[in-house]
């Protein structure tokens, strides 16, 4: 009874040894197996039977590996080397896009607070319209203070985004609007 090694129909992997008895006498072996004895097993390699049947190789294994090629998500499916351009830490943001999305974040923080501040109950464009209205006209004093309290805000926080170096720096700006 013969000992006999398989491997991968597609990738030539070795798969598993085992001993095997042919059922006929002309049968000399199964498809995808070899008498040929595979080398010890290597941490990070995939044993792999050359495609002339009469070598293993030791073939470098990173599937299901995630990263990064080139700045793009990747996850490594086949057997072989890394891909060219591979990164396992992800790509920093550049800072102006990165100030470019805080800025819009302090925008919207500003605008979600005015409407707040004129319409409490329903800040729908309509609501905000006539109660702003509403608003200028029975208290423009107190309309102006709001509107000058959520500027100097916005303008303090826009401030600090200009002022950040970093991405980091940008990122722990905390868009915050009293209302």
């Given at each position: 009874m013969p000992t006999i090694h398989t491997y991968d129909a597609r990738t030539r992997e070795y798969?598993?040894?085992?001993d095997w008895t042919p059922p006929n006498e002309w049968v000399a072996l199964p498809a995808d197996a070899?008498?040929?004895q595979p080398p010890a097993q290597r941490e990070?390699?995939?044993?792999?039977?050359?495609?002339?049947?009469?070598?293993?190789?030791?073939?470098?294994?990173?599937?299901?590996?995630?990263?990064?090629?080139?700045?793009?998500p990747y996850t490594v499916r086949d057997l072989g080397p890394l891909p060219a351009g591979?990164?396992?830490?992800?790509?920093e943001a550049p800072l102006i896009r990165v100030k470019?999305?805080?800025?819009?974040?302090?925008?919207?923080?500003?605008?979600?607070?005015?409407?707040?501040?004129?319409?409490?109950?329903?800040?729908?464009?309509?609501v905000v319209a006539v109660e702003a209205?509403?608003?200028?006209?029975?208290?423009?004093?107190?309309?102006?203070?709001?509107?000058?309290?959520?500027?100097a805000r916005r303008a303090e926080l826009e401030?600090?985004?200009?002022?950040?170096?970093?991405?980091?720096a940008v990122m722990a700006v905390v868009v915050s609007y009293p209302v």
């Open positions: 798969l598993k040894t085992i070899t008498t040929l990070g390699f995939a044993r792999v039977l050359n495609l002339a049947g009469d070598i293993w190789e030791h073939i470098e294994d990173h599937r299901g590996k995630a990263g990064y090629v080139e700045g793009q591979w990164s396992d830490a992800a790509p470019a999305a805080k800025r819009a974040e302090i925008a919207a923080g500003h605008d979600a607070a005015l409407a707040g501040v004129v319409a409490i109950s329903d800040p729908t464009p309509t209205a509403l608003l200028a006209t029975t208290d423009p004093t107190g309309l102006d203070y709001a509107r000058q309290k959520l500027a401030a600090h985004v200009e002022a950040a170096q970093t991405v980091e």
